[in-house]
Every structure is written in C-alpha cells, then in structure tokens.
C-alpha cells in the first residue's frame, strides 16, 4: 500500500496541526464576534432609519407631502427606499387578507368544536382545553 507523504505519520500529523489550528480560530471568533454584533449593530439600525416628518409642523396631519417624499427618497437612497415601498406593500396585503383568515379560522373551530360533541374518539394532542 503506498503512502501520500514520505513518513507514514506525517499526513495526521499535519492534519491535526490544521484542526487544532482551526479550532483555536473558532474559539477566538466566538468570543469576539458577539461583541463585534453588539457594538456594531446599532450603528447599522441608526443608519438605516429614515428621518421622516413626525407630523409637528402647522398645517401637517403626518402624512408626508411629495416634494417631501422625494427628498427621503433621495437621504435614503433608491435601494433603502424600494425596500421600505416593498414592506409598506407586504403590511397591506396581510392586513387586507386579516379578515378572510379569520373567517377561516372560526370556520375551523366550529368544526373542532362539531367533532368534540360526537362522542367520537380524538387523540388528546389534537383536544383543546376550554377556557372559561
């Protein structure tokens, strides 16, 4: 059988020079990057938060003007500004489909609480506690 390095041990030798290399490596990076995570996140929510009017000026309900929405369209950048339209849209589809959903999920409970008064065998993981 041939060997790869010239000493029949070199090869693990070298190996667990690598992994024990590696696991030094690990250990220092867990213990620095939390705190890297900790100082530098912040920063990053800061910068991305829009400075936007708060509604104080006289004559103002809140709602952003346009020439006001084209300058915190230019502060912020198109990219920033697309993701915020991008979940302005996301929020108003979930609050759209809020009612349907909870139309469906009273269906469902009438349909538990149906099967409950048929003295029907249910497993008890799928039996609810009543509240009262």
């Known amino acids: 059988m041939a060997s790869l390095g010239s000493e029949p041990g070199s090869d693990a030798d070298e190996l667990e020079t690598q992994v024990t290399e590696m696991a030094e490596k690990i250990l220092e990076f867990r213990a620095t990057v939390s705190e890297q995570l900790k100082n530098t996140l912040p920063s990053i929510i ?26 915190d369209k230019d502060a912020l950048g198109d990219q920033t500004y697309q993701k915020i339209n991008l979940l302005r849209d996301k929020v108003s589809r979930n609050v759209a489909a809020l009612p349907i959903v909870l139309k469906r999920l009273k ?3 009438s349909n538990i609480d149906k099967l409950d008064s048929q003295n029907t065998f249910i497993h008890p993981a799928f039996k609810r506690k009543r509240t009262s």
């Open 107 to 109: 269906e469902c409970m």
């Open 46 to 71: 800061e910068a991305g938060r829009p400075v936007l009017g708060d509604g104080s000026e006289p004559g103002t309900s809140g709602a952003p003007v346009e020439g006001q929405i084209a300058s």
